[in-house]
């Protein structure tokens, strides 16, 4: 099995975060990628927007992707993905865009 850690620069993590992502991706190879939430440091305005945003992602929107039984998008922060999977499904989100639809599924958002 081979895995890809994606992380943010800013990001500081324990090996045992880690560890606990891989646990998860081996309990079930069907499973291609899991993420983690992330807590951010600091004060001010900015800090407080980024806790609400992160909790409305990660409370909110991923216990609704676990309801429906697929995560829509893992986030580049902290996400681990088998790169079986990737290999899997690269040609067909690496192909040219020509309608709508496939523009909301492969270039909207910034971590597409």
């Not at 305005?45 to 039984?69: C, M, N, P, R, S």
């Not at 902290?78 to 865009?97: I, P």
Request: glycine share 8%.
């Amino acid at each position: 099995n081979t895995f890809i850690l994606t992380t943010d620069a800013d990001i500081d993590f324990k090996a045992e975060s880690a560890l606990v992502l891989l646990d998860m991706l081996a309990r079930d190879p069907l499973v291609g990628a899991v993420c983690s939430r992330t807590h951010p440091l600091g004060y001010g305005i900015l800090y407080w927007y980024q806790i609400f945003d992160y909790a409305v992602g990660h409370w909110l929107q991923k216990g609704t992707e676990h309801i429906l039984g697929s995560v829509l998008c893992c986030p580049g922060c902290f996400s681990l993905f088998r790169c079986s999977a990737l290999q899997d499904c690269l040609s067909s989100y690496s192909s040219e865009v020509i309608n709508a639809m496939e523009f909301l599924m492969k270039d909207m958002g910034e971590d597409r």
